[in-house]
């Protein structure tokens, strides 16, 4: 296995995807030979943080920092990432029996070749899923961009018009979506776990206006990721550039640029220290006093983020949990999360939980009226998360805890530890 080959394939099918697709298209391939030199690495990533979330970081549910025990954490990952193999496999078979269709031609292995490398961008953007609440904004940036691959390789892997290419891409999306929600209730229902995703986002129309060029509205949250690739590609030449020279600076220098745009930044970010984000902690705040504090910064799986939790009471028992997280490196996945301006809500007999944009700022709440407790939640600055969990009288009184944090000031410290390619 050439995990070199396996790297520049990942760098080239998301920062250059219009030239990688022809290639991708003519190179001889056997199905044996993409599980085992690309699929199997790549596939595992979702897995793999999942279960650093789930089993190890823990969730926060409405004041309480919920752990799947390990044993039971490894089976979901070993279940769930076996069954995503096989789903692949099951949509590259539907893929390739749909060519027809659209004016496509019938072929397996290149079907496969499309919807693995289209769905590398959700496989890396799923790491995100071990941040705080909106990792899972970034896994749908992430989702986005795959659809967006898929639908520029169709036409190279499948042969099909590229005027078909939109309705081909659309029922193959929705295929994957159902088998996708059929493994989940499956890993669900042996492990007896729920999970709920939910969100929503802006369309963006595709304009194809030649063989090559597809045209989106920059300003859509198409448009960013478009854009994102193309701060990748240029990255990309200044790595090949400085690789040539034999410069060992150079070499690093472009190397972290590379990584950046990876991440979707046009610049080299690193999160606040652990001691700079703590202070957002007040002593007292809303009539709560802060009774614990501890802060850390992390880089895990290339992904460096701060964290500053505190637990505020009011002496009679009550307590609530008010945390203050940096993004760091994902500032760019975070920056274009949000500019997809997802809005949800649902409403239940116990509550409601929604989530939505405010002054430029993505704000997230969820109450449950049975057990007295919610949490909120406010992206700062495209690139801070700000939460208050736990028991309260109402909503309000959470978003007087996260209010009672200087956000004006932590949004001032938004470019903070940035630095210009």
């Known amino acids: 296995m050439d995990f070199g080959k396996i790297i520049a ?39 793999i943080a999942r279960f650093i979330k789930d089993s190890l970081l823990g969730s926060g549910v409405l004041g309480v920092t919920v752990r799947i025990p390990v044993g039971a954490g490894i089976g979901v990952m070993v279940l769930g990432y076996l069954l995503s193999l096989v789903v692949l496999y099951v949509l590259a078979l539907i893929v390739s029996a749909l060519a027809p269709s659209f004016g496509g031609q019938k072929d397996t292995v290149q079907a496969l070749k499309a919807v693995a490398y289209a769905w590398t961008a959700y496989w890396v953007a799923s790491i995100a899923v071990i941040l705080p609440w909106i990792g899972g904004l970034i896994c749908i940036a992430g989702l986005v961009y795959a659809i967006y691959l898929l639908f520029l390789g169709l036409p190279h892997t499948m042969k099909c018009p590229e005027e078909k290419a939109a309705g081909y891409t659309a029922v193959s999306v929705i295929i994957g979506v159902v088998l996708s929600l059929i493994v989940g209730a499956i890993v669900g229902a042996i492990f007896l776990s729920g999970i709920m995703v939910g969100g929503a986002m802006h369309t963006a129309t595709i304009t194809s206006s030649d063989g090559s060029t597809v045209t989106v509205d920059k300003d859509s949250a198409l448009g960013k990721l478009a854009a994102m690739g193309e701060r990748a590609d240029q990255a990309s030449k200044d790595l090949e550039a400085a690789q040539k020279s034999g410069d060992p600076n150079a070499q690093q220098a472009a190397m972290g640029k590379m990584m950046g745009a990876a991440m979707g930044n046009d610049s080299n970010v690193q999160s606040l220290s652990a001691d700079q984000v703590k202070t957002f902690l007040p002593d007292s705040v809303a009539g709560l006093k802060r009774e614990s504090l501890s802060a850390e910064r992390s880089n895990t799986m290339g992904v460096q983020i701060t964290t500053a939790r505190g637990q505020y009471g009011d002496g009679n028992g009550r307590n609530v949990d008010l945390e203050v997280g940096d993004t760091g490196s994902m500032k760019g996945m975070m920056a274009m999360a949000s500019a997809m301006a ?27 009226n049975t057990s007295k407790s919610g949490e909120y939640g406010v992206v700062v600055g495209q690139r801070f998360s700000v939460k208050a969990s736990g028991p309260a009288d109402n909503i309000d009184q959470l978003k007087n805890l996260v209010n009672g944090v200087d956000l004006d000031k932590l949004e001032s410290l938004k470019n903070e530890g940035v630095s210009k390619h």
């Open 342 to 368: 997802p809005e949800s809500e649902q409403q239940t007999d116990h509550g409601y939980q929604k989530t939505y944009t405010q002054n430029n700022r993505l704000i997230h709440e969820a109450w449950d």
């Open 9 to 47: 394939r990942v760098k080239a099918i998301l920062s250059t995807p219009k030239t990688e697709w022809p290639v991708i298209a003519a190179e001889p391939a056997t199905t044996q030979g993409l599980y085992t030199g690309y699929i199997l690495i790549l596939a595992a990533l979702p897995a």
